[in-house]
């Protein structure tokens, strides 16, 4: 009789333990959520910035902390003060050698998940001659983030030159070629997201129209402020794509008022722009055209 009960126990914990292994919630992916931040600092040296960065940048740092992802631009001089109370556990580590450049990229990232090794490139053509952008060794980073354990996204951040020159216009255009092919090449098939001071004045340029509409098409881009008709035309943009295994989603846009001095005098040049993301993984139920909670 206690052979047969032993038996017949073993033999409900091994249905147990199958049932266990099979079921859903063990192997379900929870989607997620995370918001980007993408902010030109105006880090220029106190003497020739548009800002007052030796006041500003101080007041800056600790406003980041509300994003799961910051990305700056022209944080050029001042990243220590940047940085100082920005309480993200992964940060990039300001660029070192810049020659034969003036300055560094500028270009450096607060983030709350972990990203690997981070990859700078300078742009291959720059144009001085409405800007002085030859003098900072601008480009692009990459670096993969993984936002969840095994769920990764390629984030590149940005910086093209300014200026409405002829030659301005042909090293904003030169450099969206640079950057299309190094997508092709470390981002096939992988899900993306690109910020930055893109400089490309859809609203009175004719040419950078047709330079954004070659980037977005050129790596199956969307721009969050245009997908959310948010109205506004600035040249800070969050550009986003699936990836094979990666569906995202852009639920919110909109510039954080926060980023202001006790008068509430701007702290850049520039806006805060800042998106919240959805995302899932592929394999998992297709997005709805039912709109999301904010």
């Keep these: 009789m206690l052979q047969k009960s032993y038996t017949t126990l073993l033999l ?45 940048i101080p007041l800056i740092s600790p406003k980041l902390n509300k994003f799961d992802i910051t990305l700056v631009q022209e944080d050029f ?83 093209l030159d300014s200026g409405g020159s002829p030659n301005d216009t042909e090293a904003r255009r030169s450099q969206v070629a640079q950057l299309l092919k190094a997508i092709r090449t470390y981002s096939f098939g992988n899900a993306v997201i690109i910020a930055g001071d893109l400089n490309l004045n859809t609203t009175h340029r004719p040419n950078d129209v047709e330079i954004f509409k070659t980037l977005l098409t050129g790596a ?5 402020c245009r997908s959310l008709s948010c109205g506004t035309e600035l040249v800070d943009r969050v550009l986003f794509r699936n990836g094979n295994s990666l569906a995202l989603r852009a639920v919110s846009w909109g ?12 702290l850049s040049d520039h806006s805060a722009v800042n998106v919240r993301f959805r995302w899932k993984k592929r394999d998992m139920q297709v997005w709805t055209s039912t709109p999301l909670e904010k």
């Design 77 to 159: 001089v001042y990243h220590k003060e940047l940085k100082s109370k920005a309480n993200h556990l992964y940060q990039s580590q300001t660029q070192i050698d810049c020659s034969p450049h003036f300055v560094t990229d500028g270009l450096n990232r607060f983030s709350k998940f972990p990203f690997g090794k981070l990859y700078r490139k300078a742009w291959e053509t720059c144009s001085n001659e409405k800007g002085n952008d030859c003098l900072a060794a601008k480009g692009f980073t990459l670096a993969k983030t993984e936002i969840a354990p095994k769920v990764f996204i390629d984030i590149y951040n940005l910086h």
């Design 220 to 224: 199956g881009l969307t721009d969050v």
């Design 12 to 56: 409900i914990a091994l249905i147990f333990c199958r049932c266990a292994e099979k079921s859903p919630s063990q192997t379900k992916q929870t989607p997620g959520e995370f918001t980007l931040l993408t902010y030109n600092v105006a880090g220029l040296p106190q003497s020739i910035s548009p800002s007052n960065p030796e006041k500003n």
């Design 255 to 266: 510039l954080d008022e926060n980023f202001v001095d006790e008068l509430g005098q701007n």
